[in-house]
């Protein structure tokens, strides 16, 4: 019982650092380094042979600053947590964007942390991911309830086109809303419309331009606030 206790107590939860900047990555593995129940198995710039080492690290946490994330391959982290579900992902350093957010959400992050996150809450961060708990900023939090329940609300809907027509969107354009309002991002909507992603931004920006959108989740609410869906027969 004793001995079953001790390891219990010393049992380390074992970090892979995806990070940039030489600087910062050695500044969080000696920070990081410090706290008695972390162990940095390994910290290295992406590179296409990021995901064999973090798969073969045997890591808990894969712990990503927003470059790094941002040459991630769109499939990368999906892949290793379908491969490797204990393993939890947390993001650092990243952007207050709720398009980010919500793709992040998507691929299986467990934790996002802002660029003013501080050391201190970012070691907070793993611990709290490692007991089961998801960590990110509270506004960005409230954005991915309205687009949960926003995306379940429409599933079942179609764009009414005389109505988005009224509005003054090409059909294009429709066919383009229809997709923004499931959640797709740029390359998704590119993949599935077979367009180049700059075409697809253009069409995106002169909608919340057409909408007097902010952005385009507001777009989305837009519409649908002023039932520009209709129920699919």
């Known amino acids: 019982m004793r001995d079953g206790k001790e390891s219990h107590e010393t049992k380390m939860t074992r970090l892979f650092l995806v990070i940039e900047n030489r600087i910062l990555r050695e500044v969080m593995i000696t920070t990081l380094r410090r706290q008695a129940d972390l162990c940095v198995v390994a910290a290295v710039r992406y590179s296409p042979g990021a995901y064999q080492e973090a798969a073969a690290s045997g890591c808990d946490v894969l712990l990503a600053d927003q470059a790094s994330a941002g040459a991630f391959p769109s499939n990368f982290l999906p892949d290793l947590l379908a491969q490797f579900p204990s393993c939890k992902v947390i993001l650092f350093g990243m952007e207050d964007d709720a398009e980010n957010f919500v793709q992040a959400v998507r691929s299986g992050v467990s934790g996002y942390l802002l660029g003013d996150a501080s050391a201190e809450e970012t070691i907070a961060a793993v611990r709290r991911v490692m007991a089961g708990e998801a960590v990110a900023p509270a506004k960005l939090c409230q954005q991915l309830f309205q687009f949960v329940a926003r995306t379940t609300r429409e599933g079942s809907l179609v764009l009414n086109q005389r109505l988005c027509l009224s509005l003054g969107l090409t059909g294009r354009q429709q066919q383009l809303m229809a997709l923004l309002a499931r959640g797709f ?15 697809v931004k253009n069409h995106v920006h002169r909608i919340m331009r057409r909408l007097n959108a902010q952005s385009r989740y507001a777009a989305v609410q837009t519409v649908c606030e002023n039932n520009y869906f209709a129920a699919a027969d």
């Open 185 to 199: 991002t740029n390359k998704e909507i590119a993949e599935t419309m077979k367009l180049s992603e700059f075409t």
